[in-house]
């Protein structure tokens, strides 16, 4: 990212809604939650929860955690509250960002970076953390037999994907990418959200699927992937 932000400052990496935010704003944005992150953990590779939709402040936390260290946790929005502390008490996960309030934090305040509101809670969480320092994400999923299960993915692993993508897809910087799935999802991590701005594209976030409004998006701004 920061490649890219001293490359062409003032393109546009993320829109979602009637957001917009360039390469460079990005990058000032991701160094300040990077800090955050950094003056609030008490080992260097304790993961971070993140609660968010596709949204541009979900790309703000991924790339934050990436930057300083500390393994991203993804949690998909559709999970309740039990499933979430449940998860995160089995992972060792203290510290978590969101968008809502949840009851049964320890300690939850809203953070803000200049004009971007956020959540964060710090969980009442005792159980040691499995993660280090190689890990980059983890993401639930349901596998094969449709139990829960967490896989952990290595930076080396995401990024080796991120490059056979950009070859299968044959991936410029003028591209224009629109992203459904959601992030905690592998396609919408990958391919949807950490390919295009590892390559200087810009990718649109829809809020909510509504197929009429993705074919308008498609033709209006001319999205090639």
């Known amino acids: 990212i920061k490649q890219y932000a001293n490359q062409f400052p003032e393109k546009t990496a993320v829109v979602c809604g ?43 936390i991924l790339l934050a955690c990436e930057a300083s260290g500390h393994p991203c946790v993804l949690f998909s929005m559709n999970m ?10 089995v992972l060792g996960l203290k ?20 004009e ?17 320092k190689h890990d980059f994400i983890c993401q639930f999923t349901s596998g094969t037999n449709q139990a829960v299960k967490a896989a952990v993915r290595t930076k080396e692993g995401v990024y080796h994907e991120i490059e056979e993508l ?3 897809f044959e991936v410029r910087s ?23 701005l590892y390559s200087g594209s810009t990718v649109i976030f829809m809020e909510d699927f509504i197929p009429r409004d993705a074919l308008k998006i498609i033709m209006k701004e001319q999205v090639s992937i």
């Not at 309740?80 to 008490?89: D, V, Y």
Request: proline share 6%.
């Open 18 to 60: 009637k957001e917009v935010i360039n390469y460079k704003k990005l990058l000032l944005e991701t160094n300040r939650i990077v800090d955050w992150i950094q003056s609030i953990s008490d080992s260097p590779c304790q993961p971070i929860g993140s609660l968010l939709p596709n949204s541009i402040e979900a790309v703000l």
């Open 80 to 89: 309740s509250e039990n499933e979430i502390i449940h998860r995160a008490s």
């Open 95 to 114: 510290h978590i960002f969101f968008q809502k309030d949840f009851e049964s934090v320890r300690i939850s305040k809203e953070i803000n970076f200049q």
């Open 116 to 132: 971007r509101k956020l959540y964060y809670a710090e969980l009442h969480i005792t159980q040691p953390s499995f993660v280090d």
């Open 166 to 168: 950009k070859d299968i």
């Open 174 to 196: 003028n591209d224009i990418f629109l992203t459904l799935p959601p992030v905690c999802h592998s396609y919408g991590l990958v391919g949807g959200t950490l390919l295009p």
